[in-house]
T-cell receptor
Framework: EDKVVQSPLSLVVHEGDTVTLNCSYE??????LLWYKQEKKAPTFLFML????IEKKSGRLSSILDKKELSSILNITATQTGDSAIYLC???????????FGQGTRLTINP | NAGVTQTPKFQVLKTGQSMTLQCAQD?????MSWYRQDPGMGLRLIHY???????DQGEVPNGYNVSRSTTEDFPLRLLSAAPSQTSVYFC?????????????FGQGTRLTVV
């Protein structure tokens, strides 16, 4: 059964700290891994990582795919209160027809 | 550009009632899907569609029905609501046969079944 597992499930840090969120996956025919940020409502797309694009960066956020370890990390440096959200990792399965999500990591940044 | 529009935003149902959650997108995306989100469980796929006239089941399809008569619309029907269906529901769309590209989500419907 295809599976995506995120850790930690919850994380509370102070503004300015650096955080690392983890995502591990077990899927057949891996194609890509996606990261989303969910604040109060709909998830919004952050990054897509593939075999040909294993590292992505946007401002203070960066993500790396480790195909050997079947995992990915999402790093956020110099965190701000606006980074507080649920971060979701997802992997397409079954011929890319289904998107399997992890449980999400709830990140809280305290001022 | 409206993107993905879900209605209603909130709904309270009594056990046994039926209702339809509406989802419409204006991006000409072939692929559409419905998820439910429960605390600590991420998003779980209910049903999906790869184009008009084609639907298939996801992880948790029981108690839900879908149809896709047009590219734009993908309604989700609850046949006989149960308290276990209390959840937040999200509709999403993406390009043809490629949910591995970014999926666009609606704003969600918070459903409570009492």
């Amino acid at each position: 059964e295809d599976k995506v597992v995120q850790s930690p499930l919850s994380l509370v840090v102070h503004e300015g700290d650096t955080v690392t969120l983890n995502c591990s996956y077990e899927v057949t025919n891996f194609r890509s891994l996606l990261w989303y940020k969910q604040e109060k409502k709909a998830p919004t797309f952050l990054f897509m990582l593939t075999s040909s694009g294993i590292e992505k960066k946007s401002g203070r956020l960066s993500s790396i795919l480790d195909k050997k370890e079947l995992s990915s990390i999402l790093n956020i440096t110099a965190t701000q209160t606006g980074d507080s959200a649920i971060y979701l990792c997802a992997v397409p399965t079954q011929g890319a027809q289904k998107l399997v999500f992890g449980q999400g990591t709830r990140l809280t940044i305290n001022p | 550009n409206a993107g993905v529009t879900q209605t209603p935003k909130f709904q309270v149902l009594k056990t046994g009632q039926s209702m339809t959650l509406q989802c419409a997108q204006d991006m000409n995306h072939e692929y559409m899907s419905w998820y439910r989100q429960d605390p600590g469980m991420g998003l779980r796929l209910i049903h999906y569609s790869v184009g008009a006239g084609i639907t298939d089941q996801g992880e948790v399809p029981n108690g839900y029905n879908v149809s896709r008569s047009t590219t734009e619309d993908f309604p989700l029907r609850l046949l006989s609501a149960a308290p276990s269906q209390t959840s937040v529901y999200f509709c999403a769309s993406s390009l043809t046969g490629a949910p591995w590209t970014e999926a666009f989500f609606g704003q969600g419907t918070r459903l409570t079944v009492v």
